[in-house]
């Protein structure tokens, strides 16, 4: 054999061995998984909406997205917050771990921040004393005031430090912060920030003007 050949010989016999197909695609789709993982622990998440304690603004069958880096990358497991990039604001639509139950999320909108004293006056509103500006709350025409009832009055009462006071669009049909207190700001999954899907379980068809809406 001549030396050239030898040497050629030499380099193909040195290549390590290719990964079969079916190895490729088992890696591919591990690193799949692995990201979609990351984003829906760290990034985004869906979430669909089950009740109608967000009417008008979210209807029963919309599907949104969460952002769940913008208050903080939340640790899982462990329930801690570091990166905080934003606090928790004013009118935020915040999905949240239900404090009665762990294993539920809930989605809500915060109306108070820590430190702040709201009360609820026959329905009406007020932080600190004042009246607020209250765009996205929804009564049922010809609903009435129940005097007695902590969902038409309510405290005054001070959000502790580190929580927010949250309250559903549908304010005479919501279980919110009126019925069993504030929600911890380490255990807000997210802002719910676009719709992008909605079915009408009625009809048994999708609502196309509502896809790509921003929540307000």
Sequence with gaps: MSKPAARK???VEAEPPRKSALREYVEAF???ILLAMFIRTFIVQAFKIPSGSMLPTLEVGDHLLVNKFIYGVRIP???KRVLSFFKPQHDDVIVFIYPEDKTKDFIKRVKALPGETIEVR??????????IDDPHAYYEPGSRVYPGSVRDNFGPFTVPEGEVFVMGDNRDHSHDSRFWGT??????LGKAFVLYWSWDSD???????RMGMRIP
């Design 9 to 11: 010989q030499a380099v």
């Design 77 to 79: 497991f462990v329930g």
């Design 203 to 209: 009809s048994f068809r999708p609502r196309f003007s």
């Design 183 to 188: 929600v911890p700001i380490d255990e807000i």
């Design 30 to 32: 591990g690193m799949a």
């Design 122 to 131: 026959d329905k009406v509103v007020y932080i600190n004393g004042e009246k």
